[in-house]
């Protein structure tokens, strides 16, 4: 089985210091966030930029800040947010895509997101899918429900996406797919032959899925975006503590954590 890759997904665009008075916020905490969970065993990360105010933005400046700090700091990969927040526009979003990053995340379809909509249009994905190609972004596909799949093959078929893909599966949030074994292996089992995949597990579904999917070859992602406890009533302390579960669960399963590099070979990133 190819080694672990763990991908720590460090802010997000919905979580507050009133939920983890841990959280970073400033280009400098993410970048040293980052730098922790690298040497946890982290090498990718997902990143969501924060304004002055600690609010969600999508500024390409700010994202730009972040990106040098974090190159500065560790060799993972960063791998920026173009979901942004809900109310954030395409053209918002698309910004850090700018950059040039190694990767970038690409939802593949439209779904509740709590009280919210999360919008990405067929147009919107095709607009997104062509950027980052023209750029030579991978592209993590972002999976909260089983048609995200098949709205990827479409944009596989229309020249826009690039085989072998890589697929996050997000699972657990409200109003969209749960997060239960079977529909991870439902997801799993309807990837093309030679695809790569992570599973995001919200909550107190971050655990499990993620033992799951380590016994299963997948991939996983952890991180304050997703879940903001260690265990049930308990706060974690950092994401490089969520990162260092992971990473050690792994090595006693018998599976090896990929470095970096490692992990951009197992991706395509590195001939």
């Known amino acids: 089985m190819e080694k672990l890759i763990i991908t720590a997904a460090l802010t997000g665009a919905e979580v507050t210091r009133e939920n983890q008075p841990a959280l970073p916020l400033t280009p400098d905490e993410i970048a040293a966030e980052a730098k922790a969970c690298c040497e946890a065993g982290a090498s990718i990360l997902h990143v969501h930029a924060r304004d002055e105010e600690g609010n969600p933005t999508q500024d390409r400046e700010v994202y730009r800040e972040i990106k040098e ?24 979003r698309l910004q850090p895509v700018e950059l040039n990053p190694e990767m970038a995340s690409l939802t593949s379809g439209t779904c509740n997101f709590g009280s919210e909509v999360f919008m ?32 990827a093959m479409k944009l596989v078929k229309k020249g826009l996406l690039k085989e072998p893909i890589h697929f996050d599966f997000v699972l657990g949030v409200p109003g969209a797919c749960p997060a239960t074994p079977e529909d991870l292996l439902a997801m799993k089992n309807a990837i ?10 919200i909550g107190r579904h971050e655990l499990p899925m993620s033992v ?17 406890f260690y265990r049930k009533g308990e706060l974690a302390t950092s994401n490089a503590q969520l990162v260092e579960r992971i990473a050690r669960i792994s090595r006693e399963m018998g599976r090896e954590v990929a470095t970096p590099d490692e992990a951009r070979m197992i991706l395509g990133l590195k001939k």
């Open 69 to 92: 700090k974090i190159e500065a700091s560790c060799d993972a990969i960063f791998q920026p947010s173009t979901g942004g927040a809900v109310w954030h526009s395409p053209e918002e």
């Open 120 to 151: 990405n249009t067929e147009s919107m994905m095709e607009q997104f899918a062509a950027m980052m190609l023209e750029r030579n972004v991978k592209p993590e596909i972002e999976i909260f429900e089983r048609g995200f799949i098949v709205n």
């Open 192 to 201: 093309p032959e030679g695809s790569t995949w992570t599973v995001a597990g």
């Open 212 to 228: 799951m999917a380590i016994l299963l070859g997948g991939h996983v992602r952890v991180g304050f975006e997703d879940n903001v």
